[in-house]
């Protein structure tokens, strides 16, 4: 039976993240062989992406600097989701925007049209995998969507609970598909409203 993809914690991302990017030694568990796992900043970079943006991994994959346009002084992204197909268009904080600028820098990206990472998203789940058993992270439930569950968990949190607000972010058809990401089970509702009363 497949487990459910589940949010990520705070440590969790910044555990998976910095050891995706730094890389690390192991042994083979079966074959009792070193292994040593390269570091991949351009992997880590996109799994940053997704935990503070909140797209899928297949958008983050599909970005250029194309896809970021300044408006009225702010500087928004501008996709065409790849699953729903639906335009999105939202503000990047201005310290995101700059990473992005950096490892532009760093990667010698300067064609607007030149996507950001040239690796799918086979190959992003590999390395959390790979990640995941290293840090002994191995309950099966955790994988690249995990990274947008824990954005989902964030904006929730730190929005005073503002489920509609979340749902907005994360362009859900249905609040309901949002207390999904945000594990919010139907008896913590029915306990909030009850608790609203004249």
Known sequence: MN????????????????TI????ITIDENTKKIIKRRGNDKIAFALYLESVLGIRISDILNLSLSSFQKRNGEMYIV?????????????????????ILDYCLTHTISDREEKL????????QKSIENACQYLRL???S????????????????NSNNNLLLCQQ????????????????NSQEVKNVLNSVYL
């Open 3 to 18: 487990k459910t993809t589940r949010p990520l914690d705070n440590d969790e991302v910044i555990k998976l993240i910095s």
């Open 21 to 24: 990017k730094s890389g690390y």
């Open 79 to 99: 996709i065409k989701e790849k699953k729903t197909k639906k335009q999105r268009v939202f503000v990047v904080p201005d310290n995101v925007y700059s990473s």
């Open 117 to 124: 990472f040239k690796f799918g998203a086979r190959a992003v």
């Open 138 to 140: 191995v309950d099966g």
């Open 142 to 157: 955790i994988s690249t969507h995990s990274f947008r569950k824990y954005f989902a968990t964030t904006c929730y949190n």
């Open 169 to 184: 972010l994360l362009q859900h058809y249905s609040a309901q598909t949002t207390q999904k990401y945000i594990n919010i």
